[in-house]
């Protein structure tokens, strides 16, 4: 089955600070990927997606790189905000079909604590 | 807000007891998924409906149980609750999965408290 490894955190950096979460995995067949943000009390949302290889998933200053080679998909943002301060979470998700129907799969992470500091 | 959404949103419970959490998903969804999320496993998913059948199960115990109804809506079932099934849960839609586009959609949550 599809398995994920995420830079443990917590992680807490002052605003303006470059962020990198290192995300790795392993998954039968071809992936897509996905970064999924927590909000404080809050539910799940999707914050980027990438859904083959070299491919580039960017959304609100975040990006991450889909790399085939090195089954990777590390998040990055050139400049944190305080309200960027959350749980991240890096899900692969892989699709099987049986008996003509398919269904979908996401496998997380543990998830990543971001705290930013003023 | 996703356009799936859960309820109750809070409940408090004793052990033993059994309780239902409803989820509906997002217009046109014909997937539902349920997670568990808490402090010590993390987010785990549970079961995955499509259009009305079971099509995936992952770590649910067998004091839990869900469905799918006709119009689309899922409950999830917790029996017998433990202390231990304090948790967030999840519920999840997507539209009908492909090999390229199977992004899950995520409601707000349950929170349950088992006294």
């Known amino acids: 089955g599809n398995s994920v490894t995420q830079m443990e955190g917590p992680v807490t950096l002052s605003e303006e600070a470059f962020l990198t979460i290192n995300c790795t995995y392993t998954?039968?067949?071809?992936?897509?990927l996905f970064w999924y943000v927590q909000y404080p009390g809050e539910g799940l949302q999707l914050l980027l997606k990438a859904t083959k290889a070299d491919d580039k998933g960017s959304n609100k200053g975040f990006e991450a790189t889909y790399r085939k080679e090195t089954t990777s998909f590390h998040l990055e943002k050139g400049s944190v905000q305080v309200s960027d301060s959350a749980v991240y979470f890096c899900?692969?998700?892989?699709?099987?079909?049986?008996?003509?129907?398919?269904?979908?799969?996401?496998?997380f992470g543990q998830g990543t604590i971001l705290t930013v500091h003023p | 807000d996703s356009g799936v959404t859960q309820t109750p949103k809070h409940l408090i419970t004793a052990t033993g007891q059994r309780v239902t959490l409803r989820c509906s998903p997002r217009s046109g969804d014909l997937s539902v998924y349920w997670y568990q999320q808490s402090l010590d496993q993390g987010l785990q998913f549970l079961i995955q409906y499509y259009n009305g059948e079971e099509r995936a199960k992952g770590n649910i115990l067998e004091r839990f149980s869900a469905q799918q109804f006709p119009d689309l809506h899922s409950e999830l079932n917790l029996s017998s609750l433990e202390l231990g099934d304090s948790a967030l849960y999840f519920c999840?839609?997507?539209?009908?999965?492909?090999?390229?586009?199977?992004?899950?959609?995520f409601g707000p949550g349950t929170r349950l408290t088992v006294l």
């Open positions: 998954a039968t067949g071809y992936p897509s």
């Open positions: 899900a692969p998700g892989t699709v099987k079909n049986a008996g003509g129907t398919s269904y979908g799969k996401l496998t």
């Open positions: 999840a839609s997507s539209v009908f999965p492909t090999e390229t586009y199977n992004e899950q959609f």
